[in-house]
């Protein structure tokens, strides 16, 4: 699964594809891929590239 942060509220989640509507601000947002995809990332926060 991939994660996703809203470009307006900066909300996280976890799924195969980011949601039409933010859960978080209700808004029709723009979501970035936060993925990590470098092996220096930790593991235990999630798979989130902190750095975005």
Known sequence: MTN??????????????PPEQCPSCGEK?????????????DTTIGGVDKRI
């Not at 996703?4 to 594809?17: F, I, M, P, Q």
């Not at 891929?33 to 990332?41: A, L, R």
């Open 29 to 41: 947002c723009d979501f970035i891929d936060v993925s990590c995809y470098i092996p220096e990332c």
């Open 4 to 17: 996703w942060k809203c470009s307006n509220c900066g909300y996280t989640l976890e799924a195969d594809v």
